[in-house]
Protein backbone atom coordinates (compact mmCIF):
# COMPACT_ATOMS: atom_id res chain seq x y z
CA UNK A 1 0.00 0.00 0.00
CA UNK A 2 1.31 3.90 -0.67
CA UNK A 3 3.32 5.44 1.91
CA UNK A 4 2.61 9.18 2.56
CA UNK A 5 4.96 11.88 4.40
CA UNK A 6 3.98 15.59 4.69
CA UNK A 7 7.70 17.56 4.17
CA UNK A 8 6.48 20.83 3.08
CA UNK A 9 3.74 23.48 3.11
CA UNK A 10 2.78 27.01 2.77
CA UNK A 11 3.05 28.57 6.85
CA UNK A 12 -0.21 29.24 8.61
CA UNK A 13 -1.83 28.21 4.99
CA UNK A 14 -5.30 29.67 6.32
CA UNK A 15 -4.28 33.08 6.94
CA UNK A 16 -2.76 33.58 3.19
CA UNK A 17 -5.93 32.37 1.64
CA UNK A 18 -8.05 35.19 3.88
CA UNK A 19 -5.79 37.40 2.70
CA UNK A 20 -5.97 36.68 -0.87
CA UNK A 21 -9.97 36.55 -0.27
CA UNK A 22 -9.73 40.02 1.25
CA UNK A 23 -7.85 41.40 -1.44
CA UNK A 24 -11.19 40.83 -3.12
CA UNK A 25 -13.58 42.58 -1.60
CA UNK A 26 -10.58 44.71 0.42
CA UNK A 27 -12.59 43.85 3.84
CA UNK A 28 -11.29 41.83 6.48
CA UNK A 29 -12.17 37.84 5.46
CA UNK A 30 -14.06 35.71 7.93
CA UNK A 31 -14.38 31.80 8.19
CA UNK A 32 -17.64 32.38 6.91
CA UNK A 33 -16.17 34.24 3.68
CA UNK A 34 -13.48 31.28 3.25
CA UNK A 35 -16.92 28.90 3.39
CA UNK A 36 -18.62 30.95 0.73
CA UNK A 37 -15.83 30.90 -1.41
CA UNK A 38 -15.43 27.16 -1.37
CA UNK A 39 -19.54 26.61 -1.71
CA UNK A 40 -19.38 29.16 -4.75
CA UNK A 41 -16.21 27.65 -6.34
CA UNK A 42 -13.95 30.48 -6.39
CA UNK A 43 -10.87 28.32 -5.75
CA UNK A 44 -8.31 31.17 -6.91
CA UNK A 45 -7.31 32.11 -3.75
CA UNK A 46 -6.75 28.16 -3.04
CA UNK A 47 -3.73 28.75 -4.96
CA UNK A 48 -1.63 31.05 -2.80
CA UNK A 49 -0.94 27.80 -0.21
CA UNK A 50 0.84 24.76 -1.20
CA UNK A 51 1.47 20.94 0.32
CA UNK A 52 4.89 18.80 -0.69
CA UNK A 53 4.47 15.14 0.07
CA UNK A 54 7.00 12.05 -0.30
CA UNK A 55 4.89 9.51 -1.27
CA UNK A 56 5.33 5.97 -2.32
CA UNK A 57 3.47 3.95 -4.46
CA UNK A 58 2.81 1.30 -7.36
CA UNK A 59 4.17 2.38 -10.99
CA UNK A 60 0.75 1.68 -11.48
CA UNK A 61 -1.18 4.63 -9.12
CA UNK A 62 2.21 7.22 -10.13
CA UNK A 63 0.95 6.62 -13.93
CA UNK A 64 -2.50 7.93 -12.25
CA UNK A 65 -1.20 10.15 -9.95
CA UNK A 66 0.70 11.97 -13.05
CA UNK A 67 -3.06 12.59 -15.00
CA UNK A 68 -3.25 15.17 -12.42
CA UNK A 69 -1.32 17.99 -14.66
CA UNK A 70 -1.33 20.73 -11.58
CA UNK A 71 0.66 18.40 -9.07
CA UNK A 72 4.27 18.64 -9.71
CA UNK A 73 6.54 15.49 -9.12
CA UNK A 74 9.72 14.16 -8.95
CA UNK A 75 10.49 10.77 -9.53
CA UNK A 76 13.35 8.30 -8.49
CA UNK A 77 15.09 7.09 -11.64
CA UNK A 78 14.94 3.83 -12.62
CA UNK A 79 17.87 4.59 -14.67
CA UNK A 80 20.14 6.08 -11.44
CA UNK A 81 18.68 3.82 -8.94
CA UNK A 82 17.84 0.44 -8.30
CA UNK A 83 14.16 0.02 -7.55
CA UNK A 84 12.89 -2.45 -4.52
CA UNK A 85 9.40 -3.67 -4.02
CA UNK A 86 6.38 -4.01 -5.53
CA UNK A 87 2.55 -3.20 -4.33
CA UNK A 88 1.00 -5.81 -3.59
CA UNK A 89 -2.37 -6.57 -5.47
CA UNK A 90 -3.71 -9.03 -2.95
CA UNK A 91 -4.02 -12.17 -6.21
CA UNK A 92 -1.57 -14.35 -5.50
CA UNK A 93 -1.22 -15.21 -8.73
CA UNK A 94 0.11 -11.87 -9.81
CA UNK A 95 1.89 -10.85 -6.54
CA UNK A 96 3.81 -14.16 -7.35
CA UNK A 97 4.58 -12.94 -10.76
CA UNK A 98 5.04 -9.24 -9.44
CA UNK A 99 7.87 -10.85 -7.03
CA UNK A 100 9.60 -13.43 -9.43
CA UNK A 101 10.22 -10.02 -12.11
CA UNK A 102 11.66 -7.81 -9.25
CA UNK A 103 13.67 -10.86 -8.21
CA UNK A 104 14.74 -11.17 -12.12
CA UNK A 105 15.54 -7.46 -12.54
CA UNK A 106 17.35 -7.65 -9.62
CA UNK A 107 19.60 -10.98 -11.22
CA UNK A 108 20.42 -8.48 -14.31
CA UNK A 109 21.67 -5.76 -12.24
CA UNK A 110 23.95 -7.61 -10.46
CA UNK A 111 24.64 -9.88 -13.74
CA UNK A 112 26.14 -5.96 -14.90
CA UNK A 113 23.41 -4.95 -16.73
CA UNK A 114 22.69 -1.54 -16.23
CA UNK A 115 19.49 -0.26 -14.37
CA UNK A 116 17.90 2.27 -16.99
CA UNK A 117 18.13 -1.36 -19.20
CA UNK A 118 16.94 -3.61 -16.27
CA UNK A 119 14.26 -1.21 -15.81
CA UNK A 120 12.34 -2.76 -18.72
CA UNK A 121 11.03 -5.72 -17.44
CA UNK A 122 10.18 -3.92 -14.53
CA UNK A 123 6.44 -4.68 -13.56
CA UNK A 124 3.64 -1.78 -13.08
CA UNK A 125 3.19 -2.71 -9.41
CA UNK A 126 7.32 -2.16 -8.89
CA UNK A 127 7.50 0.61 -6.13
CA UNK A 128 8.52 4.37 -6.55
CA UNK A 129 9.31 7.26 -4.25
CA UNK A 130 8.53 10.71 -5.32
CA UNK A 131 7.94 13.98 -4.33
CA UNK A 132 4.79 15.75 -5.35
CA UNK A 133 3.79 19.66 -4.91
CA UNK A 134 0.54 21.00 -5.27
CA UNK A 135 -1.45 23.91 -3.88
CA UNK A 136 -4.06 23.64 -2.41
CA UNK A 137 -6.96 24.32 -5.45
CA UNK A 138 -5.16 21.20 -6.95
CA UNK A 139 -4.87 19.26 -3.97
CA UNK A 140 -8.83 19.96 -3.92
CA UNK A 141 -9.97 19.17 -6.94
CA UNK A 142 -7.77 15.78 -7.37
CA UNK A 143 -9.38 14.73 -4.03
CA UNK A 144 -12.82 13.99 -4.58
CA UNK A 145 -11.83 12.14 -8.38
CA UNK A 146 -9.63 9.94 -6.09
CA UNK A 147 -11.67 9.20 -3.27
CA UNK A 148 -14.27 8.22 -5.51
CA UNK A 149 -15.26 4.37 -5.18
CA UNK A 150 -14.30 3.49 -8.50
CA UNK A 151 -10.80 4.64 -8.47
CA UNK A 152 -8.37 1.96 -8.27
CA UNK A 153 -8.18 0.21 -3.87
CA UNK A 154 -4.20 1.08 -4.04
CA UNK A 155 -5.32 4.98 -5.49
CA UNK A 156 -7.99 5.37 -3.37
CA UNK A 157 -5.87 4.46 0.02
CA UNK A 158 -3.39 7.16 -1.45
CA UNK A 159 -5.80 9.67 -1.64
CA UNK A 160 -7.30 8.70 1.64
CA UNK A 161 -3.57 9.38 2.93
CA UNK A 162 -3.31 12.35 1.71
CA UNK A 163 -6.66 13.96 2.57
CA UNK A 164 -5.61 12.97 5.82
CA UNK A 165 -2.90 15.10 6.07
CA UNK A 166 -4.54 17.84 4.52
CA UNK A 167 -6.91 18.07 7.10
CA UNK A 168 -4.31 17.82 9.64
CA UNK A 169 -2.95 21.11 7.78
CA UNK A 170 -6.09 22.73 6.93
CA UNK A 171 -8.95 21.54 7.98
CA UNK A 172 -11.34 24.48 7.03
CA UNK A 173 -10.70 23.56 3.42
CA UNK A 174 -9.79 19.90 3.49
CA UNK A 175 -12.01 18.45 6.27
CA UNK A 176 -15.55 18.58 4.69
CA UNK A 177 -13.70 17.33 0.52
CA UNK A 178 -15.26 13.72 -0.64
CA UNK A 179 -16.02 11.98 -2.95
CA UNK A 180 -18.82 13.38 -5.32
CA UNK A 181 -21.13 10.79 -5.62
CA UNK A 182 -24.16 13.06 -5.10
CA UNK A 183 -23.41 14.94 -8.20
CA UNK A 184 -21.84 11.63 -10.28
CA UNK A 185 -22.88 11.29 -13.78
CA UNK A 186 -20.79 8.00 -14.35
CA UNK A 187 -23.58 5.57 -15.59
CA UNK A 188 -21.49 2.52 -15.34
CA UNK A 189 -20.88 3.62 -11.65
CA UNK A 190 -21.94 0.43 -9.72
CA UNK A 191 -21.68 2.65 -6.40
CA UNK A 192 -24.42 5.23 -7.55
CA UNK A 193 -27.57 6.22 -5.00
Known amino acids: MPNVHLISHTPEPLSVIKT ?33 FHVTCSLTVLLQLTRHRH ?25 HYNQQ ?6 EMIADGIRPENAAYVLPKAALYRFVVTGNFRAWYEYLPKRLCKRASKE ?4 AQ ?9 CPEIFC ?5 CAMCNERSCDFHA
Open 20 to 52: AISQCYQKEATDAAVKHILKAGHLSVLEHASAS
Open 71 to 95: LSFTVESSRGSTLSGVARSYIDRID
Open 101 to 106: TMTFYN
Open 155 to 158: HRKL
Open 161 to 169: LLHNELCLL
Open 176 to 180: HVQAN
